[in-house]
Nanobody, 123 residues
């Protein structure tokens, strides 16, 4: 059974940085999307960034230029490096893995999800 485990969340001040990790087990990353989404209290889950086989990467406009998604295929781990953090980046960050095809920025594309890691940015 595929398992995704996020880590690296915490609390930082605005302008700071944070690195998130998502370790995947029993998942074939080849030709599959892996992504980060986030959900703030009272809001819907929002797409952040996606990556496929460490080649194709896409970002939401709100994080473009500040966040970087990367992948260590040997460790089957996806990372999200977050810089210049803003209070509006505060959310529970989820890792998703796709195995059925679909658009990289849609929640419905992803079959598997982790439980999330909280990132809090204070002003």
């Amino acid at each position: 059974q595929v398992q995704l485990v996020e880590s690296g969340g915490g609390s930082v001040q605005a302008g700071g940085s944070m690195n998130l990790s998502c370790a995947a087990s029993k998942f074939n990353y080849r030709n599959s999307w892996m992504a980060w989404f986030r959900q703030a209290p009272g809001k819907e889950r929002e797409w952040v960034a996606s990556i496929m086989t460490n080649v194709f990467t896409y970002y939401a406009d709100s994080v473009q230029g500040r966040f970087t998604i990367s992948q260590d295929t040997a460790k089957n781990t996806v990372y999200l490096q977050m810089t210049s953090l803003k209070p509006e980046d505060t959310a529970l960050y989820y890792c998703g893995a796709e195995a059925k095809g679909g658009t990289y920025d849609h929640t419905s594309t992803y079959n598997f999800w982790g439980k999330g890691t909280q990132a809090t940015v204070s002003s």
